[in-house]
């Protein structure tokens, strides 16, 4: 270690290095002892304040730096031609004679502006449209799942036309098939008729002759007419010619533009842009809503009560009731699969991840069902999970509160990595209520996070990094505190979707939280809410135990 940096040791003379320091000029930065006080004044080409080193000002003026050239001297200009600092030794010598000079404090102000400047530029200007950026593409992440589902709906009803016709034009087929051998067997069965007929008669004339011939009347044999001439010329033969199936060889080109065209994926990646282009975002179809909302599908669950509902993209939805078995139910009301949960308690939230596998969540644990295999993928200490949806991202969003129900907050999980924890607003207040467990979630369009706070007769809305954007309290018109949300939900549209149980309907919020229409079609207690990626709302009812779907798009 450096005598000088030694913590030891006493600090010393910047110039002589060996006698402690008892001054300081505060214009060169300089620390002095008592004799290099006097070398160090000796140097008139600039002014100096040397003052005792303890009364030097607590934020000293910028240092000269030395000159790496001359040792014992600091660089008090700079050359702007060679762009470096200079002493004055340096400035006297050849290798800067005619360049352009400046004081050293004016251009490190100079660059220091620049660098303020640049600082400001990157964090207003820069670094928000970076994080604008990434933002937007995780929310076409979150619309590509839909997109492509579209296309291949698109493309299996087209095949379900072209399936149908070619159904018809086979049961025609067929039964013209059918027709002709129908009259074959008809030409057939009536010569076998004819032919049987004359057996029958030649074989009564045969026997008549026998008779005779035994019995040698001469009176039958004198009146005996023969008729044989009548059976030599034999019954008419049908002759058929069967029809024949020529297929035809199938054209795979023709049969393709039958099913219609794929245009081509096109990516296209451009290079280049500055902060002041417009990027091209991609928006999802305008959907408006329905002026009345239809109720397309009901599904008796045989819960005692029910409370939560999930679905992807299938016509299926797994539900969550007052037991400890989740069902996996068609829109027929038919049970597809059911899962016991590991630790036979009854299961607290459900949701549906991006591949199709379900999450609960119970007690202290959260759960993933894959192959109806049960993996338990986070467990808490200190705190109980409560609600969860599966984010745009994937991750899962979770509403859960201390041991001793005192504080609430939301917490995202990638896998079972804890990524961002939400609790407080900007001035340290809590932004849940802390005495009741409902607390459903969800995530919007825009990334979002909506959480359905029963108690504090609210729906909180924050945006994705956790500052609160705007609470619900209910309609405007509203002027008692009667608005008690449970399921929330959002849709494509960026919706969001609060199911009122107290009142039998469902708000409808645009994305800034502004109130646009109620949906009842006869709801009674709708609780638990969930959209598919047609939006389709489903909506859990808690005491009848059906789900119900609505179109309301």
């Not at 002014?47 to 600091?74: D, I």
């Not at 970076?130 to 929310?139: G, K, L, N, P, R």
């Not at 990516?267 to 417009?278: K, L, P, R, W, Y």
């Not at 409902?438 to 007769?457: G, M, Q, T």
Request: net charge positive.
């Amino acid at each position: 270690m450096h005598h000088r940096r030694c913590a030891q040791t006493v600090l010393l003379c910047d110039i002589c290095e060996t006698a402690p320091l008892q001054s300081y000029c505060e214009v060169c930065g300089v620390s002095l002892c008592v004799n290099c006080v006097g070398k160090h004044l000796s140097d008139l080409s600039k002014k100096h304040n040397v003052v005792p080193f303890l009364q030097r000002e607590s934020t000293p003026n910028y240092r000269y730096p030395k000159c790496p050239k001359h040792a014992e001297k600091h660089c008090e200009l700079h050359c702007d031609t060679c762009n470096i600092p200079v002493c004055s030794t340096c400035v006297s010598s050849d290798k800067h004679k005619g360049h352009k000079l400046s004081d050293i404090l004016e251009k490190l102000s100079s660059k220091t502006q620049k660098l303020q400047n640049d600082l400001d530029e990157l964090e207003t200007r820069i670094h928000p449209r970076y994080e604008e950026m990434a933002s937007d593409i995780q929310t076409k992440k979150a619309e590509l799942e839909m997109k492509y589902g579209k296309l291949i709906t698109a493309a299996e009803q087209e095949g379900e036309i072209l399936h149908r016709e070619i159904t018809t034009i086979v049961n025609q087929r067929k039964s013209a098939i059918q027709e002709m051998k129908n009259k074959h067997l008809f030409t057939l069965n009536k010569n076998t008729d004819e032919i049987t007929q004359k057996i029958s008669e030649l074989k009564q004339i045969i026997s008549d002759l026998k008779s005779i011939l035994k019995s040698k009347n001469i009176a039958l044999t004198s009146t005996y007419k023969s008729r044989n001439s009548e059976f030599r010329t034999l019954p008419p033969k049908v002759r058929v010619t069967l029809p024949s199936f020529t297929p035809q060889k199938i054209n795979t080109d023709q049969l393709c533009k039958m099913l219609g065209s794929l245009s081509p994926l096109s990516i296209d990646t451009e290079h280049g842009d500055t902060m002041n282009s417009a990027e091209a975002v991609s928006s999802p179809p305008v959907k408006p809503l329905l002026d009345e909302p239809r109720l397309t599908a009901t599904i008796d669950t045989g819960y005692e009560k029910l409370y939560s509902v999930s679905c992807l993209r299938n016509e299926e939805v797994w539900t969550r009731g007052y037991s400890k078995i989740m069902k996996f139910i068609n829109l027929q009301g038919k049970l597809r699969t059911s899962i016991k949960t590991k630790s036979g308690n009854q299961p607290r939230d459900i949701t549906v991840t991006r591949d199709g596998d379900l999450v609960y969540t119970d007690r202290n644990t959260i759960n993933l069902v894959k192959n109806k295999n049960i993996r338990t993928v986070i467990t808490l200490q200190g705190w109980v999970p409560l609600h969860i949806c599966s984010a745009a991202s994937d991750d899962l969003l979770v509403t859960m509160h201390s041991d001793d129900y005192k504080q609430y907050k939301v917490v995202r999980y990638s896998g079972s990595t804890e990524k961002q924890t939400i609790q407080f607003d900007y001035q340290g207040r809590p932004l849940f209520s802390s005495d009741n467990n409902y607390k459903y979630i969800s995530e919007n369009r825009n990334l979002d996070i909506c959480v359905a706070d029963r108690s504090a007769s609210a729906v909180v809305v924050v945006n994705r990094l956790g500052k609160l954007r705007f609470r619900y309290t209910g309609h405007p018109s509203n002027t008692k505190p009667s608005f008690y949300p449970a399921g929330i939900t959002t849709d494509s549209q960026s919706h969001i979707l609060i199911s009122d149980s107290d009142h039998h309907r469902i708000h409808i919020l645009d994305q800034n939280g502004q109130f646009l229409r109620y949906i009842q079609c006869d709801l009674h207690a709708p609780w638990g809410l969930c959209v598919d990626i047609r939006d389709n709302l489903f909506v859990a009812e808690c005491y009848t135990a059906k789900v119900k779907k609505i179109q309301y798009l």
